[in-house]
């Protein structure tokens, strides 16, 4: 994990990239709209998420990449539906690369989508989980749009 240090131009700003995960699960209650089986019922197969579990190890994949390409990147898995961090922590990384309050929301929004690659607060990737290329290179191109990004 990378933090803030200084250097001969001053200090530093860290960098991070934000994995959102896929949801393996539902977590609230089986109401009408809800999964209503399971690995304990007979109504539903206990393999209802396991679309969800492969691209989770695809994401897997993809993080394990951008740790080796980018050691001094702060890469993070998160769940999407833990709003109460993912909202303000792209909205700050947002703001600190220069989002005005418009693109903030915009980022904000798409950060939430299931295996979204977020770089300094901007969405780089939403919807599909990347091949492990194509995440390596949107990553290194959205540290380039960050002054004091990683070139590498």
């Known amino acids: 994990m990378s ?28 109401g009408c709209c ?7 019922t007979d109504l539903a197969s206990g393999d209802d998420y396991a679309h969800a579990r492969e691209q989770m190890e695809d994401m897997g ?3 394990r990449a951008l ?7 702060d ?15 792209v909205a700050r990384d947002a703001r600190a690369a ?5 693109e903030v929301a915009r980022q904000v929004n798409r950060a939430t989508t299931p295996a979204s690659v977020v770089v300094d ?6 919807g599909q989980v990347p091949s492990v290329a194509d995440a390596v290179t ?5 540290l380039r749009r960050v002054p004091g990004g990683t070139p590498g």
């Open 98 to 102: 220069g989002c005005g309050w418009v």
């Open 34 to 40: 809800g999964r209503l089986g399971g690995v304990t």
């Open 121 to 126: 607060g901007v969405v780089v990737s939403a």
């Open 138 to 142: 949107a990553v290194r191109a959205g």
């Open 61 to 63: 994949a993809v993080y």
């Open 67 to 73: 740790r080796e390409q980018f050691p001094d990147v």
């Open 3 to 30: 933090g803030s240090g200084v250097d001969a131009q001053g200090p530093t700003r860290s960098h991070r990239v934000l994995l959102v995960r896929q949801w393996d699960e539902q977590m609230g209650g089986s």
């Open 75 to 89: 890469v993070t898995v998160v769940d999407g539906r833990n709003w109460a961090w993912l909202v303000p922590a």
